[in-house]
């Protein structure tokens, strides 16, 4: 099976603009999980998505919004950009429940001038 | 979802078994103790997970303490590729949101 893709792998963008990141889970896998790694505050969790719906949310500002397509395949969109949102942005896919492993795929690296 | 604390670093010699130890004393009973890795700037990797029993895979093996306050993950026979930083967590009821630690740094040296 092919594993979880990204796309793109890196982006360059300047403060104010907005970007949007895409992920393709493992075939059959229907829920769709978003990080940020930086430096500083290691991996966090932005949000879950399963079933095209929201289902869990970190503690990311508005700006930071997702959504998923009746085929699992998940986008995040990051609005008026700050260079603080400089960062790995990591998408994971498992089946179905609740203890499913997430499996990563390799990462989007966005970086704001 | 329990708090896991783990050394900062450690080294080990190619060729050796490497133990990476994970404290989760505060683990309820529905919790399972999962292993990722994450060589620089990849995406992390799962390794293995358990829930109360000793697990193996090709890649590690899972050591649970009877009363599943700590854990050991084992690296029978460390490689160069096996530098990386090691996470250990652990997870509960909460649907998509894995909590990462600061992991263990793990250099294997020749």
């Known amino acids: 099976k092919a594993g979880v893709t990204q796309t793109p792998r890196y982006l360059i963008k300047t403060r104010g603009q907005q970007v949007t990141l895409s992920c393709s889970p493992i075939?059959?896998?229907?829920?769709v999980s978003w990080y940020q790694q930086t430096p500083g505050q290691g991996l966090q969790f932005l949000f879950e998505?399963?079933?095209?719906?929201?289902?869990n949310k970190g503690n990311f500002p508005g700006r930071f919004s997702g959504r998923q397509f009746s085929n699992s395949r998940s986008e995040m969109n990051v609005s008026t950009l700050e260079l603080g949102d400089s960062a790995l942005y990591l998408c994971?896919?498992?089946?179905?429940?609740?203890?499913?492993?997430?499996?990563f795929g390799p990462g989007t690296r966005l970086t704001v001038l | 979802d329990a708090k896991t604390t783990q050394p900062p670093s450690m080294d080990c010699a190619e060729g050796r078994a490497a133990n990476l130890p994970c404290n989760h004393s505060?683990?309820?009973?529905?919790?399972?103790v999962y292993w990722y890795r994450q060589i620089h700037s990849q995406g992390p990797q799962y390794i293995i997970h358990?829930?109360?029993n000793n697990e193996t895979n090709e890649m590690a093996s899972l050591i649970i303490t009877e009363d599943r306050k700590s854990s050991t993950l084992i690296l029978p026979h460390a490689t160069l590729r096996d530098t990386a930083v090691y996470y250990c967590?652990?997870?509960?009821?909460?649907?998509?949101?894995?909590?990462f630690g600061a992991g263990t740094q793990v250099v294997v040296t020749p």
């Open positions: 994971a896919s498992s089946l179905r429940t609740l203890t499913d492993t997430q499996y």
């Open positions: 075939s059959g896998h229907r829920s």
């Open positions: 998505y399963f079933s095209e719906t929201q289902r």
């Open positions: 505060t683990i309820s009973g529905n919790e399972y």
């Open positions: 358990g829930l109360k």
């Open positions: 967590i652990v997870r509960g009821d909460s649907w998509g949101k894995l909590q």
